[in-house]
């Protein structure tokens, strides 16, 4: 994973070809690393995912969310180093590396508010850093004007290094705005989502700002039942852009992010995959050649639009929910980022240790399981019994 990003550096050339089809099959096959989509799907109360590859390789078909100590998780984020963020309804929050099996608690955010958006960046492979922002809606403020002019979001950010949550200032957007929470993509060190008006958000993770931008001008002004899909292409940031009934669509990437200058890069021809399913719809790209397409049925399709193949993949449930990109190689890492042993060394390391184990609570420092935490609340229980009876046995009645 770390080898062709160095490639990607060398030049524009180098950089497009690690997204081709032929280097990318070439390049998991002698590497031994993962790449697809975590498809989260919603079947009553129960949220199920699945990752699906264009791979024809097996071991894919073997990862799951099974080994975390929680069963019914939800993905919320998801990385390009294979790291996912995950929670529960209690809820409780883990960031896990599927492919190791390796999972740690974090400690959990202000669970109070409504969450709208959420979004996780690694800032750093080698040692791993990492950084989690989650957008919430904060509580009527009947006498703060602001709060009524704007659409306000609260905004926290966690650190690996700190291994804490902090509140930054509110995102104040446009009235009648907000971010649309399936849409994120990460690129250039910033999270983007679109909105509900046809723009996109950016959080700029390591300045902890934001900023708003337009889509490309034939995008944001067309508004006759087109299906707009906010996608990562080629490394930078890219819009799909389709109407509901016809066969192609066009595909527009931000080639300068500093100037944010647009290019229509293709008109794509669907027809291929709408035959079969007329609703069919893009949500991600594989790589530089083949689109992800999701159905309305219990399909996903890998469509190769450079030479026009299909590859359907069934799906156990309908309702496809949400669409996780994931690229990860099968190295162990430290979900810590080394913070626990930063913090059990040294007279002044244990100090801080004993201040975090208390401000994250028990069961989130040890990251306890259910079944781990029961043992020690029974464990507890009975040294409380057996203390009762000893103080009542040493009791004496005197009578007068």
């Given at each position: 994973m770390e080898t062709i990003g160095k490639c990607r550096l060398l030049s524009k050339e180098c950089n497009s070809i690690t997204y081709e089809s032929t280097f990318t099959d070439l390049h998991i096959q002698r590497t031994n690393t993962l790449s697809g989509f975590f498809i989260q799907n919603l079947k009553g109360l129960k949220v199920n995912s699945f990752f699906v590859s264009n791979n024809t390789s097996n071991s894919y078909r073997k990862l799951s969310l099974n080994f975390l100590p929680d069963r019914r998780v939800a993905i919320e984020a998801s990385t390009k180093q294979g790291i996912l963020l995950c929670r529960t309804n209690h809820p409780r929050y883990y960031v896990c590396k599927p492919t190791t099996k390796q999972w740690q608690r974090i400690p959990n955010p202000k669970t109070r508010y409504e969450?709208?958006?959420?979004g996780m960046l690694v800032i750093r492979s080698k040692p791993l850093h990492y950084k989690i922002v989650k957008f919430s809606l904060p509580k009527v403020r009947c006498h703060d004007r602001d709060f009524f002019r704007y659409y306000c979001h609260r905004c926290e950010l966690f650190d690996s290094k700190t291994w804490t949550w902090k509140?930054?200032?509110?995102?104040?957007?446009?009235?009648h705005e907000s971010l649309y929470p399936k849409s994120i993509v990460s690129v250039s060190g910033s999270l983007h989502w679109l909105t509900w008006v046809k723009n996109i958000f950016a959080f700029h993770v390591n300045e902890e700002s934001y900023s708003m931008f337009s889509l490309p001008l034939p995008v944001s002004e067309d508004d006759n039942g087109t299906d707009i899909a906010l996608v990562e292409y080629e490394g930078k940031l890219a819009v799909t852009y389709a109407g509901t009934k016809e066969s192609s669509m066009e595909l527009w990437v931000m080639e300068n992010y500093e100037k944010k200058e647009w290019n229509k890069r293709y008109t794509i021809n669907i027809e291929a995959v709408r035959r079969k399913e007329p609703y069919a719809r893009p949500i991600a790209f594989y790589n530089a050649d083949i689109a992800l397409m999701k159905e309305y049925n219990h399909h996903v399709t890998f469509f190769n639009f450079k030479n026009g193949s299909v590859a359907r993949l069934p799906l156990k449930n309908s309702s496809n929910h949400a669409c996780f990109p994931f690229q990860s190689?099968?190295?162990?890492?430290?979900?810590?980022?080394?913070?626990?042993?930063?913090?059990?060394?040294?007279?002044?390391?244990r100090s801080k240790s004993k201040r975090t184990k208390w401000q994250l609570g028990l069961g989130q420092y040890f990251a306890l399981s259910p079944k781990n935490l029961f043992l020690f609340l029974l464990l507890a229980f009975s040294f409380f019994c057996f203390g009762s009876r000893s103080v009542d046995s040493q009791i004496t009645v005197v009578e007068d």
């Amino acid at each position: 994973m770390e080898t062709i990003g160095k490639c990607r550096l060398l030049s524009k050339e180098c950089n497009s070809i690690t997204y081709e089809s032929t280097f990318t099959d070439l390049h998991i096959q002698r590497t031994n690393t993962l790449s697809g989509f975590f498809i989260q799907n919603l079947k009553g109360l129960k949220v199920n995912s699945f990752f699906v590859s264009n791979n024809t390789s097996n071991s894919y078909r073997k990862l799951s969310l099974n080994f975390l100590p929680d069963r019914r998780v939800a993905i919320e984020a998801s990385t390009k180093q294979g790291i996912l963020l995950c929670r529960t309804n209690h809820p409780r929050y883990y960031v896990c590396k599927p492919t190791t099996k390796q999972w740690q608690r974090i400690p959990n955010p202000k669970t109070r508010y409504e969450t709208v958006a959420i979004g996780m960046l690694v800032i750093r492979s080698k040692p791993l850093h990492y950084k989690i922002v989650k957008f919430s809606l904060p509580k009527v403020r009947c006498h703060d004007r602001d709060f009524f002019r704007y659409y306000c979001h609260r905004c926290e950010l966690f650190d690996s290094k700190t291994w804490t949550w902090k509140q930054l200032e509110e995102v104040k957007m446009p009235k009648h705005e907000s971010l649309y929470p399936k849409s994120i993509v990460s690129v250039s060190g910033s999270l983007h989502w679109l909105t509900w008006v046809k723009n996109i958000f950016a959080f700029h993770v390591n300045e902890e700002s934001y900023s708003m931008f337009s889509l490309p001008l034939p995008v944001s002004e067309d508004d006759n039942g087109t299906d707009i899909a906010l996608v990562e292409y080629e490394g930078k940031l890219a819009v799909t852009y389709a109407g509901t009934k016809e066969s192609s669509m066009e595909l527009w990437v931000m080639e300068n992010y500093e100037k944010k200058e647009w290019n229509k890069r293709y008109t794509i021809n669907i027809e291929a995959v709408r035959r079969k399913e007329p609703y069919a719809r893009p949500i991600a790209f594989y790589n530089a050649d083949i689109a992800l397409m999701k159905e309305y049925n219990h399909h996903v399709t890998f469509f190769n639009f450079k030479n026009g193949s299909v590859a359907r993949l069934p799906l156990k449930n309908s309702s496809n929910h949400a669409c996780f990109p994931f690229q990860s190689d099968f190295e162990p890492c430290d979900l810590m980022d080394g913070f626990s042993l930063k913090h059990l060394q040294g007279g002044r390391g244990r100090s801080k240790s004993k201040r975090t184990k208390w401000q994250l609570g028990l069961g989130q420092y040890f990251a306890l399981s259910p079944k781990n935490l029961f043992l020690f609340l029974l464990l507890a229980f009975s040294f409380f019994c057996f203390g009762s009876r000893s103080v009542d046995s040493q009791i004496t009645v005197v009578e007068d």
